[in-house]
């Protein structure tokens, strides 16, 4: 494996049904490649496959060891297949509509040929991909199971592949379980609290029809299990609930009596292992970092893709029992010997500690440079994994302290519901109580912000608000104003802003703010970067505040605007991460020379 494909980000992977391969994609160099993994008796080794990929792209792995790809580019997506040993790709199906996805035929299907699941306007469709021959795609039952609404998700709830567990959300809306049958295309509802609650339908098992089904009813996410279709209710344990994180379900084992548990909590991933006869649930050993793809429970022992700041991609091996294994050996150089270290810490926010993540080594807050750093979402939050860009910026001495204010998942609802009572409310409050303790702690300078999306509209309303705070602001994929964001977006994004309170005026103000209202206060270095086919946020909105910020009050040049060519919403590009370094790190007399 080249030492260019080692320190390369991976993203997205996914494992064998056996365990003993996987692929993920390799981003490196501007460009994103499909990579593959293959065990050994001495570990895992990487294969460079040059088969260009988008972040985007979703990929499923079948039994035979070929690899469907489902491309997307707006209302068209493509299929192709894969062969893993040749690496020859063949297009194998085009689909025009407004979502696709590809689902692996259920184990004991005699016709093994992949699913695809699309939408076309209100209806969705359930069809065969004819993968041997190439052919457009073909219905392998009496009539095409076509039904109304929006799908998301599919698992299948019989071994042969007769019935499949879907979720069920229209425009945004909470989500519940249903059943389709295949041989009649009926519809049934599976699991359903209330209209008010997201119930997932998340595993099933054909050993002994054990069914994992998670809700946030009563504001904390929990899984619960029954045996499927046995009359039995449903259980939920208090073990499986998550009253300060966010719990999943993310395997059975063969045998079907025990849940592999995957729980959220702050920026540490957690795993438990809940037995269901024993009703006892056993915490799995792991270091600290974050699940990077689904595990495999197979007879030989549990397989779990995980990610650490140092390390883009590794896997954590336990046995049958979820006993702890020797960690399986990786090439030495997939770590980052130079990585300065990032731990998790604990800083004051404005009515009680936050969690972050800080980069940079032992001296962080006291290095030249600081990087205060907003997720987007914004019902997210940052992770204890690795971060090219961070990891970049760290090793050029600059520190990172990526925040999880109030309205950041993995803390609880009541930590994420403060997001709805206005954005720029209370999560800008933690924001204004961490530049207090930084500048209590290290010199004034130096100070500024990366945001992302969200993150990017906070970062420039606390710029503008207290304009002494910040030396500099780097905004990716922002906007200005969550209600002109409301009245320029779809049916989705719109659900969105209003049911998180987007519209709302934050506490002590008579309405939402609009950061072109406050453009003028700005004396800080401000790098907007933005999409030009972003489909989230459109460009208009990034052109706008590039106009709004061209000059600060003292007539020097405030902003500088760097729109991404072809690129979307998802702005995590080398180029991109070269861009911010360079503006971080460089004076205020290097922007001025160079101009807006």
Request: charged share 20%; aromatic share 8%.
């Amino acid at each position: 494996m080249s030492e260019r494909s080692s320190s390369a980000a991976r993203f997205g992977t996914r494992l064998s049904p056996n365990a003993k391969w996987a692929v993920t994609a390799r981003l490196c160099c501007n460009a994103v490649e499909l990579e593959l993994w293959d065990r050994t008796a001495d570990g895992f080794v990487a294969q460079e496959t040059g088969i260009g990929l988008e972040l985007a792209d979703q990929y499923v792995l079948l039994s035979d060891g070929r690899i469907v790809v489902c491309a997307s580019s707006g209302t068209h997506h493509a299929v192709d297949v894969v062969d893993r040993v040749t690496l020859a790709r063949r297009r194998v199906a085009n689909f025009d509509c407004q979502t696709a996805r590809v689902l692996r035929a259920a184990d004991g299907d005699p016709d093994e040929r992949p699913w695809a699941i699309c939408r076309k306007g209100t209806m969705t469709t359930l069809s065969r991909l004819s993968v041997e021959t190439g052919l457009t795609p073909s219905i392998l039952v009496p009539t095409d199971i076509s039904f109304p609404g929006t799908y998301i998700g599919g698992i299948w709830t019989d071994h042969k592949g007769r019935s499949l567990a879907l979720g069920h959300s229209e425009s945004g809306q909470p989500c519940s379980s249903v059943e389709l049958s295949i041989p009649d295309g009926s519809i049934r509802i599976l699991f359903s609290v209330s209209d008010r609650t997201n119930d997932y339908f998340q595993l099933w098992s054909p050993a002994n029809n054990l069914a994992v089904v998670s809700t946030d009813a009563g504001g904390t996410q929990r899984l619960g299990y029954q045996h499927l279709h046995n009359g039995e209710d449903w259980l939920f344990p208090d073990e499986l609930a998550a009253p300060y994180g966010l719990i999943e379900g993310v395997g059975i084992d063969p045998g079907g009596t025990r849940i592999l548990a995957h729980e959220q909590r702050g920026v540490r991933s957690l795993l438990h292992c809940f037995d269901v006869e024993r009703s006892e649930c056993t915490p799995l050993q792991v270091p600290p970092g974050t699940l990077h793809g689904n595990p495999v429970w197979t007879t030989d022992g549990i397989l779990v893709p995980w990610s650490t700041p140092r390390v883009p991609l590794t896997f954590l091996e336990y046995g049958p029992d979820a006993e702890p294994r020797p960690a399986i050996t990786l090439p030495p150089s997939q770590s980052n010997p130079t990585h300065p270290g990032a731990e998790a810490v604990i800083v004051p926010g404005a009515e009680g500690p936050i969690e972050a993540i800080a980069y940079g080594g032992p001296d962080w807050i006291r290095l030249p440079k600081l990087v205060v750093a907003l997720h987007g979402g914004p019902l997210e939050a940052w992770r204890l994994a690795y971060d090219p860009l961070f990891d970049q910026l760290a090793q050029s001495g600059v520190g990172v302290l990526a925040i999880n204010p109030r309205g950041s998942t993995g803390y609880g609802y009541t930590f994420a519901s403060a997001i709805r009572c206005g954005w720029g409310g209370r999560d800008l409050d933690d924001v204004f109580a961490i530049g207090r303790f930084l500048r209590s702690h290290r010199r004034p300078s130096g100070v500024g912000f990366l945001g992302v999306s969200y993150g990017a509209f906070l970062a420039l309303l606390a710029t503008c608000l207290e304009p002494d705070w910040w030396e500099f602001c780097v905004a990716m994929s922002g906007f200005a104003s969550p209600v002109r964001l409301h009245a320029d977006s779809g049916e989705l994004v719109r659900r969105l802003i209003t049911n998180m309170g987007g519209l709302k005026a934050p506490p002590g103000l008579d309405r939402p703010w609009d950061v072109r209202e406050l453009a003028h206060r700005a004396t800080a270095r401000i790098l907007l970067v933005h999409g030009e086919f972003d489909e989230t946020v459109g460009v208009g909105h990034a052109r706008d505040l590039a106009a709004t910020f061209a000059f600060a009050s003292n007539g020097r040049p405030c902003a500088v605007y760097e729109e991404i060519p072809q690129a979307g919403h998802d702005l995590n590009w080398p180029h991109v991460w070269d861009l911010v370094r360079r503006f971080v790190v460089q004076s205020d007399e290097v922007l001025y020379e160079k101009g807006a």
